[in-house]
């Protein structure tokens, strides 16, 4: 086990702070690592004594790092008695584990230390729960970082009482800075994310096919990196189906810049979408969204009052969607107003972390 200290563990409000421990195994840069280290800063920020756990070599804990919280690295998911020392030498409180092996190595740590730290599970994770009757009576508590993840778990047979929503709070300032990028249409519609075969750009592009027979002068954006689909690819797809006014960006640094430029967002995925951070940054942006049901999109754009909500999988349907805001200027600016309002509602920061820290007490 390797440790580095992080900066001033106890800048905000001291009042009865704890130790606890945020573990995240997850081997790459993903939505559960957004919501551990959110989740790791927020509670920092309370004056609780924070350390993130990571395993060596992977973005979760290097990220801690970064951001200034105290950091542990193990060299695999089953040291056990790297986390049995932890615990007594950091005098650990709290078990906060956000997926499923740092999650089995908790409650084994939990059982063979004489400290008996609480164990709370957070998951934000859009995959079906899997039921684990030895792991759920071990855990004190869970967080779900979505409605659809609370149902799926009291569907299996978690006591409701059990588990509570949090939603991940973030930065609704982040576009502030952000110079709206000069875009070619007279409107323009975008999709942002990175592209895999996940978040649906073929239906994009499927839609905006049938978006420019009726609305030659619209240009669609597409903004994300090369994951588990090449560029080259969607632009053939998007010749095959006659879209002329389509670019492709690539990652861009400045995604915040697109989305202010454009006039609808769209986000198109089959699946995932546990927490949207991108749901939560158009929304934050002013821009009203043409999402899909996957994941807690539906949870987070009210029908016809935030933004507009279809099928996964429904070129025809989005289309529908898309043109409706296209051709009522003033449901479109409605409906952006409404949707930031909402966002710096439900994404509230200090929120999020009062719930977070009550859960981990005991307190919720």
Known sequence: MRQRPGSDQNRGHRGAEMNIAVLDFERWDSGITSYALAAAEGLKNKGHKIIFVGLEGKPPADSAEKRGVKTAWFSS???IFDLMKLISAEGIECLNPHDGRSHMLC????????ARPRLVRTYADARPVGKHGYLWNTTD????????IKDDFVNKGLPPGKINVVRQGMDMNFTDSAVPAKLAGKHNVSIVGRLD?????????KAAAIVAMSFPDVFFYVIGGEKNVKINQLKAFAEKHAVG?????????????????????VIASSGSEAVSRVAAEWMACGKPLVATTAGCLSELVEDGVSGLIVAPDDPAAMAVAIERLLKDDSAR???????AERAEDMFDPVKFAESTEKILKGDL
Do not use: W
């Open 245 to 265: 006014n389509i670019v492709f960006t690539g990652f861009a640094d400045d995604a915040g810049s697109y989305m202010r430029a454009s006039d609808i967002g």
């Open 141 to 148: 508590a869970f967080i779900a970082a979505a409605e659809f």
């Open 107 to 114: 409650a084994m740590a939990k059982i063979l230390t004489k």
């Open 77 to 79: 998911a089953a040291s």
């Open 197 to 205: 075969p996940v978040k649906g750009h073929e239906t994009f592009i």
């Open 333 to 339: 600016i409605s409906m952006g107003r409404a949707a």
